[in-house]
């Protein structure tokens, strides 16, 4: 009986300790599309396309490429809905080292839409994928 009780401990600490790491992943995941939401808010779009998974290894020009399509992507959406003016996260699916945040992304035109950023955990820093 002894080693059944010890086993169910280690067991549901087990679990907890999964719980719990699930969940600051989760929480991780959240803050980090929220920081690259905020880069896209705020005209960094630079600092925007660094939060895309292995950017570093992305070549000058097609780094200049990607800058360019968000600041057109931002233009596009400040004509036709007034632009991006806040993001919210509502929830996050983690598994393993991904994970999809989902945001509620409010426009100038108090317009809604709920978007899914998919993330992936890369050398311990969430970034967009």
């Not at 549901?12 to 929480?27: F, I, N, P, Q, Y």
């Not at 998974?53 to 931002?74: E, G, H, I, K």
């Not at 400040?78 to 426009?107: C, M, N, P, W």
């Amino acid at each position: 009986m002894k080693h059944f009780w010890a086993c169910l401990c280690v067991c549901a600490g087990a679990s907890l300790w999964v719980a719990c790491s699930r969940k600051d992943d989760g929480e991780q995941a959240r803050r980090a599309a929220m920081s690259y939401y905020e880069c896209l808010i705020d005209g960094r779009y630079e600092e925007y396309v660094n939060g895309i998974a292995y950017s570093d290894s992305m070549t000058d020009v097609y780094r200049s490429q990607m800058v360019d399509l968000v600041a057109q992507f931002a233009a596009r959406e400040k004509k036709a809905h007034g632009g991006v003016i806040a993001a919210q996260a509502l929830r996050d699916t983690v598994s393993g080292d991904v994970a999809s945040v989902f945001l509620e992304v409010l426009f100038g035109d108090s317009t809604r839409e709920e978007v899914v950023v998919p993330m992936v955990k890369c050398g311990g820093e969430w970034k967009m994928q």
